[in-house]
């Protein structure tokens, strides 16, 4: 077997030099036969003419093929065409009903600027001057009115407890001087009715000695009265020393008539500042009413065009 293993070895070397080495006669390698090769490319004639072309069925199936076909072809292009109008349709009722809305809601702002506009014109421009001269005007006249008519009120509010206090005096300067001659004293509502239209300037006690002396009857300088009488006319006739007698009573007299009459004044400024503070509340409301007023307009108006500017952006978009 060793030997087969070699001579096998030994043999397959010169084979493989044999077989690696160029050949000597290339000419014993080359083929002598011609190979048969059929090209698959058609030519011009067999293009342009076709087996099917003469076909009648095949002409039948292609006709059937191209009517369903043109059929189809337009029964798609109607549907579109449906579906076209119908979203222009649906395009042109919105594009519509915006613009329905708009003129409704331009309209709605449009009154309500307006109506406030015109409030606050009437207001500022007509209503609030014209209140304000015949207010001026009223209110000059009525605290003139008021000013006499308080200044009157004070002064006979003096004047009566003035009066009403210098009789009590002199009922008391009667009295302590004819206790002892016994004379009578008039009742106070007889001495009320004597000084009667006694002015301010006469309201001390010197005063009302005086009027009481101008309005004593006759009948009072003989009888029961007759002793009173005398002393009002000598208190009348020389008031300086009566008055420098009887200083205390003066005092009272003229500080009871110059109480009652600031009282009155007191009470009247008061009533009168009361008033005069709902005038100026009343102006004070007016006119921030009328500043509202303009300020919701300009508001209203600012918001209209910057919604009119969206709408029209809007409507033009759709259009498009």
Same mark, same amino acid.
């Given at each position: 077997?060793?030997?087969?293993?070699?001579?096998?070895?030994?043999?397959?070397?010169?084979?493989?030099?044999?077989?690696?080495?160029?050949?000597?006669?290339?000419?014993?390698?080359?083929?002598?036969?011609?190979?048969?090769?059929?090209?698959?490319?058609?030519?011009?004639?067999?293009?342009?003419?076709?087996?099917?072309?003469?076909?009648?069925?095949?002409?039948?199936?292609?006709?059937?093929?191209?009517?369903?076909?043109?059929?189809?072809?337009?029964?798609?292009?109607?549907?579109?065409?449906?579906?076209?109008?119908?979203?222009?349709?649906?395009?042109?009722?919105?594009?519509?009903?915006?613009?329905?809305?708009?003129?409704?809601?331009?309209?709605?702002?449009?009154?309500?600027?307006?109506?406030?506009?015109?409030?606050?014109?009437?207001?500022?421009?007509?209503?609030?001057?014209?209140?304000?001269?015949?207010?001026?005007?009223? =209110? #000059? &006249?009525?605290?003139?009115? +008021?000013?006499? *008519?308080? @200044?009157? !009120?004070?002064?006979?509010?003096?004047?009566? /407890? $003035?009066?009403?206090?210098?009789?009590?005096?002199?009922?008391?300067?009667?009295?302590?001087?004819?206790?002892?001659?016994?004379?009578?004293?008039?009742?106070?509502?007889?001495?009320?009715?004597?000084?009667?239209?006694i002015s301010a300037d006469n309201v001390t006690l010197s005063g009302?000695?005086?009027?009481?002396?101008?309005?004593?009857?006759?009948?009072?300088?003989?009888?029961?009265?007759?002793?009173?009488?005398?002393?009002?006319?000598?208190?009348?006739?020389?008031?300086?020393?009566?008055?420098?007698? =009887? #200083? &205390?009573?003066?005092?009272? +007299?003229?500080? *009871?008539? @110059?109480? !009652?009459?600031?009282?009155?004044?007191?009470? /009247? $400024?008061?009533?009168?500042?009361?008033?005069?503070?709902?005038i100026t509340a009343t102006v004070i409301t007016i006119v921030v009413i009328v500043l509202?007023?303009?300020?919701?307009?300009?508001?209203?108006?600012?918001?209209?065009?910057?919604?009119?500017?969206?709408?029209?952006?809007?409507?033009?978009?759709?259009?498009?």
């Amino acid at each position: 077997m060793n030997v087969y293993y070699i001579s096998i070895l030994l043999f397959a070397i010169p084979l493989n030099i044999l077989v690696s080495s160029p050949p000597k006669n290339p000419s014993i390698l080359t083929q002598h036969h011609t190979p048969i090769y059929t090209p698959r490319v058609l030519s011009e004639k067999d293009i342009k003419s076709s087996n099917y072309d003469n076909d009648p069925q095949m002409k039948k199936v292609m006709k059937k093929f191209q009517d369903s076909t043109s059929e189809r072809l337009r029964e798609y292009d109607e549907r579109m065409k449906e579906k076209r109008q119908k979203r222009k349709e649906e395009r042109d009722k919105k594009i519509q009903e915006i613009i329905e809305k708009d003129k409704m809601e331009k309209s709605l702002a449009e009154k309500v600027e307006k109506g406030c506009l015109k409030c606050g014109v009437v207001l500022g421009g007509g209503v609030l001057p014209v209140w304000g001269m015949i207010t001026g005007l009223w =209110y #000059a &006249t009525w605290s003139q009115y +008021v000013a006499i *008519a308080v @200044a009157e !009120a004070a002064t006979n509010a003096g004047i009566e /407890a $003035g009066v009403k206090v210098g009789l009590v005096k002199v009922t008391e300067i009667a009295t302590k001087t004819l206790i002892k001659s016994g004379g009578e004293i008039p009742t106070m509502d007889v001495l009320v009715k004597m000084t009667t239209g006694i002015s301010a300037d006469n309201v001390t006690l010197s005063g009302i000695f005086n009027a009481l002396n101008s309005a004593m009857p006759n009948k009072f300088y003989s009888g029961d009265y007759s002793q009173f009488s005398l002393l009002v006319q000598q208190a009348a006739q020389t008031p300086k020393p009566f008055i420098r007698e =009887y #200083a &205390t009573q003066a005092a009272e +007299v003229t500080k *009871a008539f @110059a109480d !009652a009459k600031a009282g009155v004044l007191t009470q /009247a $400024g008061n009533a009168t500042s009361t008033l005069t503070t709902a005038i100026t509340a009343t102006v004070i409301t007016i006119v921030v009413i009328v500043l509202i007023l303009v300020i919701i307009y300009f508001i209203l108006r600012y918001r209209r065009k910057k919604k009119m500017n969206k709408k029209a952006q809007y409507t033009k978009l759709l259009k498009e």
